[in-house]
């Protein structure tokens, strides 16, 4: 999907990508090349890995209706006959033929007397690296409206002052376009510039949603390892961000963080926190190159970003939505009629949003033959004023477009259907999903037209469906995944929970099998694991919580409880991905759990969430769940768990200030200690109240629960008379309070 872009069927330009097998690495991110080439369809014969004589038909087909052949020239590519062949038949057609060299070899006589896009590494920038793109797929070949908005990104990334670059716009203005095109146009299409190292990442495509918890943990390990890090799993979330900060920092990068807003804490956030980053890492990483950058950090996102708003070496601005000239010339590039009064209008009623406007005028020329503008008026526009600072005018379309699809015979059914499973999705679907879905049995009212369809007649919908910019693909063939704005697929799964709750479920259902199915049971790393993590969301909304907490979550992520388990949090430090599949099993975040999860288990449940909040630095949300915890096991008279749960509350109140209430929990802490009769823990919780009193400034109070919890300790064990670990520490730094605050005094006297 690409917000205020268009592409019109008939001005379309095709391309023909020639390679041999051992190339297919190159091609995801050779595809997005050659459309920033100004090529808005590509022919990719991925499939052929053991081309044949009844694959060639299908080949000549692919030359003849593109307008150019891309030649990848690689070792392997050009001792391979079928390249040759297939050169030999683009110049029969005369076609338009583009070399463009990958790897350090001999170059073809046939190509040494012309011009050649060099792509070899160290070709322009000495040990430059670029990696694969996950935003390129939403470069349009046009983008209506935004040529001041491309030079102030040139600007930016030749201010050497400037370090971060904000876009900040709601769902659909097109701020991932914006940038895509840019990275495109500025910098791929003229072979990189300055850049030494590209980075870009989409937290779109990660899970979002008020129930689904996006994290930074993929990111930063995928960026550590991409920078040069030689153990991504090493150190807390603030030393990995920082770290990674360091890497970017050695060399001229640039750095797209597309979509951030989920990681956000919303506007309405009560505690003061909104805007601010919720991961550490991220917000390390960020901080840090905020003050010291030779690149560029560009970043998109829903909402202002407070945590650099202060430093001089950072700039945000708020795109705008397309000015009326912009939003008139895309209409009239769709061929739609209509005065331009008329299409001013259209402009006015859709609050000149990017992404409504090209759904609206993709569905006028679907719908209407003679693409009349006046037919937007169907749609009523007036009925989303109320929401359409959130971008949400584009759902009256998607209203519209699905009526006209449900009603416009088989093969727009057949689209229909396709779109409402990305409803399924909070991110890309990839290719053995859709499998899945495709398969026997069908589902009612969901793959209806799907199951049992010829590959070409598969293959068709997606084309059109990527055409008219409902859907985007990345990859090629088989292996290709799609996507579609995160506004319509929010559509779709409002719609299929609400109208086909038994579908909504089966379908969910059958993805939480297959991925477990096709998930090495216990993957090494967090790559490894993503898909372990979305079975886990997919089985819980499917309505199989019990089975997700049970034989993925507690299994295979955390691989056990005890000293040996919680694997994903101690072994690989991913306490914001183990949160996503946490919050999986809520009902309502952070307070209350699916009662399709156990009595036991729902206690568990509350804990895990109050551990990686709290590890997150997420303070303020993590005391709910603790409490509720704690509350629990004090209803179950459960007295030794409810004696470490209040010691940990009182802890995390101490923290946050709240020092009355600290010190109620921390006396109830010993008083249950009590209750559980060992006598160990009545020592240990005796002498953490004693340092709660104590931060609190009781410290006479402090003095006598210390000296209670010396004396219990004597009893225990006269051999270790005095107290030592943490207790020890507690009662020292009471001791030692006076000193300290003596020398402090004299310090700030003298300063």
């Known amino acids: 999907m690409t917000d205020g872009a268009v592409t019109n069927r008939a001005e379309m330009r095709r391309a023909f990508i020639s390679h041999s097998s051992p190339d297919d690495g190159y091609v995801a991110e050779l595809e997005q090349f050659v459309r920033a080439l100004g090529y808005d369809s590509v022919f990719n014969d991925v499939r052929s890995i053991v081309p044949d004589a009844q694959f060639w038909p299908e080949i000549e087909?692919?030359?003849?209706?593109?307008?150019?052949?891309?030649?990848?020239?690689?070792?392997?590519?050009?001792k391979s006959p079928w390249v040759a062949q297939e050169i030999a038949f683009a110049d029969s057609l005369q076609k338009r033929v583009v070399p463009i060299w990958i790897e350090d070899c001999e170059l073809p006589a046939r190509f040494a007397d012309r011009d050649v896009i060099d792509f070899r590494p160290g070709s322009r920038v000495r040990d430059r690296q670029i990696a694969a793109s996950r935003i390129l797929r939403h470069s349009p070949p046009i983008l209506f409206g935004r040529e001041t908005w491309l030079?102030?990104?040139?600007?930016?990334?030749?201010?050497?002052?400037?370090?971060?670059?904000?876009?900040?716009?709601?769902?659909?203005?097109?701020?991932?376009?914006?940038?895509?095109?840019?990275?495109?146009e500025r910098f791929m299409k003229v072979g990189w510039r300055d850049v030494e190292r590209y980075f870009d990442w989409s937290f779109?495509?990660?899970?979002?949603?008020?129930?689904?918890?996006?994290?930074?943990?993929?990111?930063?390990?995928?960026?550590?390892?991409?920078?040069?890090?030689?153990?991504?799993?090493?150190?807390g979330g603030w030393e990995r961000g920082e770290r990674l900060a360091k890497l970017v920092r050695q060399h001229r990068t640039l750095l797209v963080l597309d979509g951030i807003e989920p990681l956000q804490y919303p506007p309405t956030d009560k505690a003061g926190m909104a805007?601010?980053?919720?991961?550490?890492?991220?917000?390390a990483l960020v901080q840090s190159l905020a003050a010291d950058n030779p690149g560029l950090c560009v970043i998109t996102t829903r909402e202002h970003l407070t945590d650099v708003e202060a430093l001089p070496t950072t700039e945000e601005q708020k795109l705008d939505c397309l000015p009326k000239e912009a939003a008139v010339g895309l209409l009239r590039h769709l061929r739609i009629v209509g005065t331009d009064e008329e299409l001013e209008a259209a402009w006015k009623d859709a609050g000149g949003h990017a992404l409504t406007l090209q759904l609206l005028g993709r569905f006028i020329v679907d719908a209407y033959p003679d693409r009349d503008i006046r037919h937007y008026k169907q749609v009523h526009f007036v009925e989303a004023d109320e929401v359409r600072s959130k971008g949400r005018s584009a759902l009256k379309v998607m209203v519209a477009y699905e009526k006209w699809f449900e009603s416009a015979g088989p093969e727009r059914q057949r689209e229909l259907a396709i779109l409402r499973l990305t409803g399924l999705f909070d991110r890309p679907i990839a290719a053995d999903c859709l499998e899945a879905l495709r398969a026997e049995p069908v589902m009612a009212r969901l793959t209806d037209g799907l199951v049992g369809l010829k590959e070409t007649q598969w293959n068709l919908a997606l084309s059109r469906l990527v055409e008219i910019d409902l859907l985007s693909r990345s990859g090629a063939g088989r292996e290709a995944a799609i996507d579609a704005h995160p506004l319509v697929r929010e559509y779709f799964a409002e719609q299929l929970a609400n109208q086909s709750p038994d579908a909504f479920r089966e379908?969910?259902?059958?993805?939480?099998d297959h991925l477990c199915k096709t998930t090495p049971y216990r993957p090494d790393e967090l790559p490894g694991l993503a898909p372990l993590y979305q079975a886990v969301v997919h089985g819980c909304l499917a309505g199989r919580q019990q089975e997700a907490c049970d034989h993925v979550y507690f299994d295979r992520i955390l691989r056990g409880g005890g000293s040996k388990g919680f694997y994903s949090i101690k072994q690989l430090g991913a306490f914001g991905a183990t949160l996503g599949a946490v919050a999986a099993f809520f009902d309502e975040p952070w307070t209350r759990v699916s009662p399709n999860l156990g009595g036991p288990d729902r206690g568990w449940m509350l804990g895990q969430a109050a551990v990686c909040l709290r590890a997150l630095g997420r303070l303020t949300e993590a005391i709910e769940p603790m409490r509720i915890e704690v509350d629990g096991t004090i209803r179950k008279k459960e007295w030794e768990h409810a004696s470490t749960g209040s010691v940990n509350l009182a802890q995390l109140e101490l923290a946050l200030g709240q020092l009355d209430q600290a010190v109620v929990d921390a006396q109830r802490a010993f008083e249950f200690a009590d209750l559980s009769k060992v006598e160990s823990l009545r020592v240990v919780m005796r002498a953490a109240a004693a340092g709660t009193l104590h931060q609190a400034g009781r410290r006479k109070e402090a003095e006598a629960l210390f000296a209670e919890a010396e004396r219990m300790q004597k009893e225990?064990?006269?051999?270790?008379?005095?107290l030592y670990s943490l207790q020890g520490f507690h009662i020292v730094d009471l001791i030692l309070a006076p000193a300290e605050r003596t020398a402090w005094q004299q310090v700030l006297r003298e300063t």
Do not use: C
């Not at 030359?63 to 590519?77: E, G, K, N, P, Q």
């Not at 709601?170 to 376009?177: A, P, Y």
């Not at 379908?507 to 939480?512: E, P, T, V």
């Open 275 to 283: 805007g601010r980053l919720k991961d550490p890492a991220l917000e």
């Open 204 to 235: 779109y495509s990660q899970g979002s949603g008020e129930s689904r918890q996006t994290s930074a943990d993929l990111f930063i390990s995928e960026a550590l390892k991409f920078f040069g890090d030689p153990d991504p799993t090493v150190g």
């Open 151 to 184: 030079d102030a990104l040139d600007a930016a990334w030749a201010d050497r002052n400037l370090n971060l670059y904000t876009l900040v716009a709601w769902g659909g203005v097109g701020k991932t376009s914006l940038v895509a095109h840019w990275v495109a």
């Open 716 to 722: 225990l064990s006269p051999a270790e008379p005095l």
């Open 61 to 78: 087909r692919g030359i003849a209706a593109s307008d150019a052949l891309i030649v990848v020239i690689t070792r392997a590519s050009m």
């Open 507 to 512: 379908a969910h259902s059958r993805l939480f």
